[in-house]
């Protein structure tokens, strides 16, 4: 599931910057277990980039990302909640519908000689 190259095959291994953890920050989770982290206020963003090996910028992108769509969370259950409603009324509808037709096949059935 990570992403992890071998130490002799990375492309900083001739540099000697090779890095031996593998790229957690591609994942969702991690990005929402830091940025509660930074919600939190209780570590700077300097210190949570250097506990995570997350560069500061990309935080403070995440974290304006997490706080404008915030609201968006709660939309998507009201949403929901109206689509459902408005998916109920039309099957109500269409059974409607149905009996409807179904009378009148019935009545044509009758009227008209076989």
Same mark, same amino acid.
């Given at each position: 599931?990570?992403?992890?190259?071998?130490?002799?095959?990375?492309p900083?291994?001739?540099?000697?910057?090779?890095?031996?953890?593998?790229? *957690?920050?591609?994942?969702?989770?991690?990005? @929402? /277990?830091? =940025?509660? &982290? $930074?919600?939190? %206020?209780?570590?700077?963003?300097?210190?949570?980039?250097?506990?995570?090996?997350?560069?500061?910028?990309?935080?403070?992108?995440?974290?304006?990302?997490?706080?404008?769509?915030?609201?968006?969370?709660f939309?998507?259950r009201?949403? *929901?909640?109206v689509?459902?409603?408005?998916? @109920? /009324?039309? =099957?109500? &509808? $269409?059974?409607? %519908?149905?009996?409807?037709?179904?009378?009148?096949?019935?009545?044509?059935?009758?009227?008209?000689?076989?």
């Amino acid at each position: 599931m990570y992403s992890f190259i071998p130490p002799s095959k990375h492309p900083c291994a001739r540099y000697g910057q090779i890095h031996l953890q593998p790229i *957690l920050w591609r994942y969702p989770t991690f990005k @929402a /277990q830091v =940025i509660l &982290e $930074l919600l939190k %206020e209780t570590k700077t963003i300097s210190q949570l980039a250097t506990e995570h090996s997350v560069h500061p910028n990309i935080l403070r992108t995440w974290r304006d990302q997490a706080l404008k769509d915030f609201a968006s969370l709660f939309e998507r259950r009201d949403s *929901l909640a109206v689509a459902q409603a408005a998916h @109920a /009324q039309q =099957i109500e &509808e $269409l059974y409607a %519908e149905i009996g409807r037709l179904t009378t009148h096949v019935n009545f044509l059935k009758k009227k008209l000689p076989s």
